[in-house]
């Protein structure tokens, strides 16, 4: 006889493991009571759940069909999978899944704000914050339905009503710093602002985990930077990057792996010889160091009546390395390699369809595809590349300054920072060999001072008419969603110009390292 009540203690524990985040132990027991209990689809759900925080998604996929396969009617699996795809960029399987959820159970919050981050992600703003707002309607305690729909509204220019929200999910939840930060990308701060008051006092708190402070640490720097105590402002900059280089544990030598890897696989390929091939879509990707301006190229262009900006997408590297696995020793010929670039190239440019059908012109501005250009030439010849670069010193402290959340590890150390803008000037160098006139540089410097002429130059590489649009890009509601988002709804100004120069510890290592 089976004994419902011991199975239910054995998920008691590994639930408290999970929590925990003891999640190999959670994956060894849970497989073992599998073998007792097969038919606990709790259980399996649990299973996906555990192999989702590892990384192993297929795995974690396999677990939430067979809780779905078991119950039908487990929505959490049938959420959690959609959670899956969505991190896949599997947009339409994982909007059936949220769907399907919801028609099971139309109050379900998870999947109604996990619909809306997707539709967020997409740029579907208003039907995302649609969905929030029906979340409200069930939690409106809930500090994540907030937090998302400051997202929301920020990335779509409504800052007093992001700033209105992420102070919502300040008050049912002050350690939940994310929202700190993200209302120190879209305050300028002066001595009694009350939310720098407020971090004042918070920093002081003994009750931070160093997750927290991460997030806390940069805000309130960048509040300091803005009030003039610049002095406080790097010591907290500093901090902020020591933390959170413990927190990762990152490897540099990965990296320069990586772009050794990618130069040899290309050395020996003929890339001006790749014949152009008509697309019903005309890609243009911007690539560059981060904060080197690429946020501000594509919202000049996204301004243009025919062109779609999509922000910062990270499909094209992730299926380059499902197919590539370039961080392993690559020696495959990758023009024999015809049905795979063919599955990306359609898979590519469904996803673009799926983003916008209407508009001709298409941008992808992930600034690290500066890695993938030889990819882009062979999957979309008639593509074009814009490569933003900056002064040194202005990028290596930006990057340093501020908190990424795609991945950026290398931005937390000065040295590293160095490293990474030698191995992009390496590969660019390599790409601008490799392709002709395929490629066109922006001096960052040399554009905020000749704005319109350079703005002609721009238009016409990419085969783009000159509309008055493109020069009142500030005016423009294109959706930004990277760190840029407030700076880039303001005329050109030069002061971002060697702004840095108080950092003058770091501006000496960039120099010595350079």
């Known amino acids: 006889m089976i004994n419902i009540k011991k199975l239910e203690t054995e998920l008691n524990k590994l639930f408290n493991y999970f929590k925990a985040g003891d999640y190999n132990y959670v994956i060894q027991n849970s497989k073992k009571l599998l073998l007792k209990y097969p038919f606990s689809s709790v259980l399996q759900n649990l299973l996906g759940n555990s192999y989702q925080q590892i990384g192993d998604l297929e795995n974690a996929k396999k677990s939430f069909k067979s809780a779905m396969k078991l119950d039908s009617n487990n929505i959490a699996a049938i959420n959690n999978l959609a959670n899956v795809y969505k991190f896949e960029k599997e947009y339409e399987k994982s909007k059936k899944l949220y769907e399907r959820a919801l028609d099971k159970k139309k109050d379900y919050l998870n999947a109604l704000l996990n619909y809306g981050v997707l539709e967020i992600e997409f740029n579907k703003h208003n039907d995302g914050i649609k969905l929030f707002n029906k979340c409200l309607e069930i939690d409106n305690k809930n500090p994540y339905v907030y937090y998302n729909l400051g997202i929301g509204h920020s990335e779509i220019g409504n800052f007093k009503e992001a700033i209105l929200n992420f102070d919502k999910v300040l008050k049912i939840d002050p350690f939940l710093t994310e929202a700190d930060q993200k209302i120190s990308l879209l305050t300028k701060y002066d001595s009694l602002n009350k939310h720098y008051l407020d971090m004042k006092k918070k920093v002081m708190s003994k009750d931070l985990k160093n997750n927290k402070k991460v997030m806390l640490y940069y805000a309130y720097g960048k509040a300091l930077e803005d009030v003039g105590n610049t002095e406080e402002s790097i010591k907290y900059v500093r901090e902020a990057n020591k933390i959170k280089s413990n927190l990762i544990n990152y490897d540099f030598s990965k990296d320069a792996k990586l772009v050794e890897n990618i130069i040899r696989s290309f050395e020996k390929i003929n890339l001006k010889n790749i014949k152009e091939k008509k697309s019903n879509k005309k890609f243009i990707f911007i690539v560059g160091m981060p904060r080197s301006g690429t946020s501000l190229i594509e919202q000049i262009l996204s ?114 920072i160095i490293k990474m803008y030698k191995e992009h000037s390496k590969i660019m160098d390599f790409w601008k060999n490799k392709t002709e006139n395929f490629i066109y ?7 905020v001072n000749n704005f319109e002429r350079d703005l002609k130059k721009i238009l016409e590489f990419c085969n783009l008419t000159f509309e008055e649009n493109c020069k009142n890009f500030h005016k423009s509601n294109s959706i930004v969603k990277t760190l840029s988002a407030e700076q880039v709804r303001n005329p050109i100004y030069k002061s971002s110009i060697n702004k840095y120069t108080f950092y003058k510890e770091e501006l000496e290592r960039i120099k010595s390292l350079a």
Not at 347 to 353: D, E, G, I, S, V
Not at 384 to 412: A, H, M, P
Not at 441 to 447: C, M, P, R
């Open 303 to 416: 301004s243009h009546s025919n062109v779609y900006g999509a922000g910062e997408l990270p499909f094209l590297k992730m299926e380059i390395n499902k197919k590539f696995n370039f961080y392993k020793n690559n020696n495959a010929n990758i023009l024999d390699e015809v049905d795979k670039l063919a599955e990306i190239s359609n898979k590519y440019q469904y996803l673009a369809n799926f983003f916008n059908s209407e508009k001709e012109y298409f941008i992808d501005k992930l600034p690290l595809n500066f890695l993938w250009i030889g990819f882009i030439k062979l999957l979309f010849p008639d593509a074009k590349i814009i490569y933003t670069k900056r002064n040194i010193e202005d990028v290596c402290i930006s990057c340093y300054k501020n908190n990424f959340e795609q991945g950026l590890n290398w931005t937390n150390e000065i040295s590293n």
């Open 441 to 447: 540089t922006v001096e960052y410097e040399q554009l």
